[in-house]
């Protein structure tokens, strides 16, 4: 059974940083690309990042670009989410989620693409 626990969630100010982690169990971590989304309230679940097996391949959603960054650790089975200059707007719950492949493709972007997910936690930036 695949099992994905996300952590690291929390208050900060704006401008501030935290870095989320998952911790992934049940299958070959290192042989699949996995990624992170974030829902507000009210709002769709939205695409923030992802990685390819190899770590060598990332994507970003456009609202997070050149603030966030990705990383994986295989050793680990964790895969982190650095956030940089954070906003308001990026308060939401965070969720980790396993992919279909190894590889990053143009839907790498898209729920349908992720076949685990976490229970998420949440990121709280005040202004």
């Known amino acids: 059974q695949v099992r994905l626990v996300e952590s690291g969630g929390g208050l900060v100010q704006a401008g501030g940083s935290l870095r989320l982690s998952c911790a992934a169990s049940?299958?070959?971590?290192?042989?699949?690309?996995m990624g992170w989304f974030r829902q507000a309230p009210g709002k769709e679940r939205e695409f923030v990042s992802a990685?390819?097996?190899?770590?060598?391949?990332?994507n970003y959603g456009d609202s997070v670009k050149g603030r966030f960054t990705i990383s994986r650790d295989d050793a680990r089975n964790t895969v982190y989410l650095q956030m940089n200059s954070l906003k308001p707007e990026d308060t939401a719950v965070y969720y980790c989620?396993?992919?279909?492949?190894?590889?990053?493709?143009?839907?790498?972007?898209?729920?349908?693409?992720?076949?685990?997910w976490g229970q998420g936690t949440q990121v709280t930036v005040s202004s």
């Open positions: 049940g299958r070959t971590f290192s042989s699949y690309a």
């Open positions: 990685i390819d097996w190899s770590g060598s391949n990332t």
């Open positions: 989620a396993g992919g279909r492949g190894p590889v990053l493709t143009a839907s790498s972007n898209s729920r349908g693409e992720y076949v685990y």
